[in-house]
């Protein structure tokens, strides 16, 4: 194929068959005044005639330098799905190595994990790239550190995630068992009397989505960008960076907050940074980085036991951190003429007018609900959705509307609170389903009923082996709250709520 009068598409898709890395230069350059984000958008939708975006095409050809160069594009999609058996491209990778050449498919595949490709996304098959490994025993390690290191939250190589939330839903996609549609916008209006959502799509143009039923589950913000998903995920992502660029410049930090977020976020950066002082010793003598939380209550963690915010107060103590209590922040003014002011120095002042001159500044106090775009009638004093406690249904919005999980009133915002609750508004929407379609109640059955269980439950790891919890009001050994959530934040469970697995039994 002759480069001449070829599309910027072709070019790509050439040096991804041919591996001729000066192919992908060249389009680079014509693209010099494109931002970042409009770069990676076009090299994202790259795709040959099978719907195999550019990876998957340099994986099955052995186009080891045109990847590479392709990994230096920023915000880079690493797993993107084929469109048939929505293979990665380490699933290529893996079959290029089984059937061609070894050697090469293994550099391939070190350069792919190095580069934030995800070992643990399965396929239409419900495989893992290490799942297809034939008589590898290299590649099967390689894969499977990988998958380790990428369980172990804060690390230095930690720059790039997994798979991109879209390549999740675009599993679905096609999928003759579902019938799925995504939207990828802003809801900025419910008009529930014509049962009507407005969104506000990413090409700025605005659709009108009409419904049968409704779940509102937009979730909270909080004052930190890093907590949230506000914006999409290569903004959470290039939040991360920025912070993690910052981290080695830091002398000192300040983290106001002192619930789980902010205390788990003291505990990783203060091993991370500091290290944990020794067996016998109680507190970390000359911290690197002195890091300093601020909390407004009598205790950290109020939803746990005195003594266990106690036992997590020395823990953070062997980590370089230091508590102050029963005092709230007044003011936190960023250095002048910063265009980030995540990792900008900060001047902090305190209600009893302390003040604190520090290099990275973390906000953890609490969140808001994403509720702007809904009508005031239909929302709690406190800003979130009005929903019935019991059925979770949103009553003042008219049948078949529902609200869960931070957005909704129905219980304390808490991540187990909404994985018990799925099933009951699961089934609740079936029902209202049937008898809407004019299923007798008898045939339709009865409701499904939601309780928040009071008893003292929380798990907050600290730092990479210590963590304070208690389950369903029994305290939790450090161990124990380290090998359910710290090893790895709860992704082990992620597997099965993104496929709908955890809720697959019928309701």
């Known amino acids: ?30 693209m010099e005044t494109k931002s970042n984000e409009e770069v990676a958008e076009f090299f994202n939708g790259v795709t040959d ?90 590649i099967k390690t390689v894969l499977s550190q990988t998958e380790y290191v990428l369980a172990e939250g804060l690390t230095n190589n930690a720059d790039n995630g997994s798979a991109h939330d879209s390549a999740i839903f675009e599993q679905y996609q096609g999928d003759p068992t579902r019938n799925f549609r995504f939207i990828h916008g802003t809801a900025t209006r419910v008009n529930h009397a014509e049962r009507q959502v407005s969104v506000c799509l990413s090409s700025e143009t605005t659709e009108t989505v009409e419904y049968h039923a409704l779940v509102i589950a937009t979730g909270s913000t909080t004052p930190s960008p890093l907590f949230n998903l506000k914006r999409d995920s290569m903004g959470l992502r290039a939040e991360w960076t920025a912070l993690r660029k910052a981290l080695p410049m830091a002398k000192s930090i300040l983290i106001a907050g002192g619930g789980p977020a902010g205390i788990e976020t003291a505990g990783e950066l203060g091993e991370h940074l500091n290290g944990r002082a020794g067996w016998f010793c109680g507190k970390l003598a000359n911290p690197k980085v002195p890091i300093t939380v601020v909390t407004s209550g009598s205790q950290i963690l109020p939803i746990l036991r005195p003594s266990l915010a106690s036992q997590a107060e020395q823990y953070l ?19 002048a003429g910063v265009e980030n002011a995540l990792t900008s120095k ?51 919005a008219g049948p078949r509307v529902y609200a869960v999980g931070d957005a909704s009133d129905y219980a304390r915002a808490t991540v187990h609170f909404i994985v ?38 929380q798990l907050v790891p600290i730092g990479r082996s210590k963590g304070v919890g208690a389950a369903y009001g029994w305290q939790l050994p450090s161990f124990a709250v380290w090998l359910m959530k710290g090893r790895d934040y709860w992704l082990w469970t992620t597997e099965k709520l993104w496929s709908g697995e955890q809720w697959s039994k019928k309701l």
């Open 1 to 30: 194929m002759a480069d001449e009068g070829a599309s910027p598409r072709e070019l790509v898709v050439e040096a991804c068959r041919r591996d001729q890395p000066h192919l992908v230069e060249q389009v680079l350059e014509d």
């Open 346 to 396: 900060t001047t902090v002042v305190l209600e009893d007018g302390q003040t604190f001159n520090t290099d990275l500044y973390i906000p953890a106090t609490g969140m808001s609900p994403n509720t702007d775009f809904l009508d005031r009638s239909l929302l709690a004093s406190d800003g979130r959705v009005n929903t019935n406690t019991s059925t979770l249904r949103v009553e003042k």
């Open 317 to 335: 103590a062997q980590v370089g951190v230091t508590v102050i209590k029963n005092v709230r922040v007044k003011d936190a003014i960023p250095s």
């Open 420 to 457: 018990e609750a799925i099933p009951i508004l699961c089934a609740n929407i079936k029902r209202d389903l049937l008898l809407a379609e004019g299923v007798d109640e008898g045939s339709a059955g009865e409701d499904r009923t939601y309780k928040e269980d009071p008893s003292e439950t």
């Open 49 to 138: 005639s099978m719907g195999n975006h550019a990876l998957h095409i340099c994986a099955s050809y052995g186009s080891y330098d045109t990847m590479d160069s392709l990994f230096d594009i920023q915000y880079f999609e690493c797993d993107p799905f084929t469109r048939l058996d929505k293979d990665t491209p380490l699933h290529v990778a893996v079959r290029y190595a089984n059937e061609k050449d070894a050697e090469l498919g293994l550099e391939m595949i070190k350069m792919m994990c190095e580069a934030g490709c995800d070992p643990r996304v399965r396929n239409k098959h419900g495989q893992k790239p290490a799942d297809l490994v034939y008589n590898n025993p290299k």
